[in-house]
């Protein structure tokens, strides 16, 4: 079976090269792409997966849709894209399955899942051990985050969601009135009948005649999943829904992205990392990009590190630190000390100040008010030093973060992949390993790509090489 895939976002001309070179079919292709590939717009098709960004950070990328095609799709990029965080919720949006309430807890009625204990969010009535189905309506992607769920089960098609409750909704991008009046009326006998009816994006230009024999189909199938869950087991999940991934891509991710871009419409060094922040520097991006067909790459790359690096001293650098589970942890902020080009690659150093007693994580040394944290940083370098120094400028130790090239962008983040284990030097040159337990245990997990561990244990052998004077313990 050849997939059909809708991809948005700012990586669609890469994403959109990567599948259609590997055969899957693209449709409701933007005009832009259409022509820069040379294929078939197919606007009106619907999709099996849609690829787009992530509304809390669109320079990750997201991937819905139905799950088989979503975990082939998936498992593509990912073995495609080198250094890439995929985090895959164990269940998806609209899965379904029978459970009980456990408890009632700050007003929230609370149902045991397979991820947990979680809040049912329109039981009217709730009665610890009372037994009911439920279906996803927001599932977590990231550690931390609480999923949701509904007593009111739905299933999911191409151009529908179907459930129960006589109401009639459509999505932001059905705009075609025609389209919303045929499909009112379309919509009516299952209305009064008790269905509710969302109708997704893509019914604006499909097939009238499409539409109907799948909205048929949908009530269909919910009427089945209904009986089937009756008769399941507790939190055995009888309705799969759409399947969703969150794919979070390195600064090596957004290089090789910007290199398939590259073969088929002028790119500039840095394309990918620069549309990530957003705002008013993706007119600057477009600019850049008409100025990569004309101007050599080595000198168009120069002049933005060069640019970068006169504009960072003016601002107050924040580091950005993404977990392996797709948290995120600020570290705070501090002043540049120095700016500068160190082989081809911009490095900073960046000063802060510490302004509160306490023990050096992973170090053990005392903080006191008055000491300075000096953090260096270098793209295309695998690990930042955090550098710690007490008021009368005696080095107390250092913490070697092991992480994936970092990003030095021009609103003053610096934002890396964390990679879990850490490398600490004592003032007597004394090095050791932290948080190898956390290490291993993503890579028991399978959260830890194989390129990853490669990276991270050639890092170490040229840190503990290069750096410890003695090596004590692991």
């Known amino acids: 079976m050849v997939y059909k895939v809708r991809v948005r976002g700012i990586y669609s001309t890469a994403i959109s090269k990567i599948l259609y070179d590997r055969g899957l079919m693209l449709v409701d292709v933007s005009e832009t792409i259409a022509k820069r590939l040379?294929?078939?717009?197919?606007?009106?098709?619907?999709?099996?997966?849609?690829?787009?960004?992530?509304?809390?950070?669109?320079s990750n990328i997201l991937v819905i849709g139905?799950?088989?095609?979503?975990?082939?799709?998936?498992?593509?990029?990912?073995?495609?894209?080198?250094?890439?965080?995929t985090l895959v919720p164990s269940i998806g949006l609209y899965s379904t399955f029978k459970t009980h309430v456990i408890d009632k807890r700050d007003g929230e009625c609370l149902?045991?899942?397979?991820?947990?204990?979680?809040?049912?969010?329109d039981l009217n009535e709730c009665v610890k051990g009372m037994e009911l189905p439920v279906t996803s309506i927001k599932v977590p992607l990231r550690r931390g985050e609480r999923p949701l769920f509904s007593s009111r089960l739905r299933v999911v098609g191409y151009y529908a969601i179907v459930g129960r409750g006589s109401r009639l909704t459509f999505s932001n991008h059905v705009r075609n009135k025609n389209r919303i009046s045929e499909l009112v009326a379309l919509s009516s006998s299952y209305i009064r009948r008790g269905y509710s009816i969302h109708w997704r994006?893509?019914?604006?230009?499909?097939?009238?005649?499409?539409v109907l024999k799948e909205l048929s189909s949908l009530v269909e199938l919910l009427n089945n999943v209904e009986k089937s869950v009756a008769s399941s087991k507790a939190l055995e999940v009888?309705?799969?829904?759409?399947?969703?991934a969150l794919l979070i891509p390195s600064s090596i991710s957004k290089a090789y992205l910007d290199s398939v871009r590259a073969s088929i419409a002028p790119t500039t060094p840095y394309h990918h990392q620069l549309k990530g922040v957003g705002g008013g520097l993706s007119d600057v991006v477009d600019l850049l990009d008409i100025l990569s067909a004309w101007v050599g790459r080595d000198a168009l790359s120069r002049?933005?590190?060069?640019?970068?690096?006169?504009?960072?001293?003016?601002?107050?650098?924040?580091?950005?630190?993404?977990k392996l589970d797709g948290t995120t942890i600020n570290l705070g902020s501090g002043k540049v000390r120095a700016a500068y080009l160190d082989g081809g690659d911009v490095c900073i150093e960046v000063e802060r100040d510490v302004r509160s007693r306490g023990v050096y994580d992973g170090i053990g040394t005392h903080k006191e008010v008055g000491d300075k944290i000096i953090s260096k940083v270098c793209e295309n370098r695998w690990w930042i030093t955090h550098t710690y120094i007490s008021p009368s400028n005696i080095v107390k130790g250092e913490y070697i973060n092991i992480n994936a090239p970092p990003?030095?962008?021009?609103?003053?983040?610096?934002?890396?992949?964390?990679?879990?284990v850490d490398l600490v030097k004592s003032s007597n040159g004394a090095c050791r390993l932290i948080d190898v337990g956390e290490f291993r245990?993503?890579?028991?997990?399978?959260?830890?790509?194989?390129?990853?561990?490669?990276?991270?244990?050639?890092?170490?052998?040229?840190?503990?090489d290069s750096l410890c004077v003695l090596k004590s313990g692991t």
């Open 38 to 58: 040379g294929i078939n717009s197919l606007r009106g098709e619907a999709a099996d997966v849609t690829i787009k960004s992530d509304d809390s950070d669109p």
């Open 66 to 85: 139905f799950p088989k095609a979503v975990r082939y799709v998936v498992n593509m990029l990912t073995s495609t894209i080198p250094y890439m965080i």
């Open 111 to 121: 149902v045991e899942t397979p991820v947990g204990p979680a809040q049912v969010v």
């Open 201 to 210: 994006s893509n019914v604006d230009e499909a097939d009238l005649n499409e």
């Open 238 to 244: 009888v309705y799969e829904g759409e399947a969703i």
């Open 303 to 322: 002049s933005i590190k060069e640019w970068l690096i006169s504009k960072l001293p003016e601002l107050e650098v924040s580091f950005k630190h993404l």
């Open 407 to 420: 990003e030095v962008l021009p609103d003053g983040v610096i934002k890396y992949v964390d990679l879990g």
């Open 441 to 464: 245990s993503l890579i028991i997990d399978g959260i830890v790509r194989e390129d990853f561990i490669n990276a991270v244990l050639n890092t170490l052998n040229t840190l503990i």
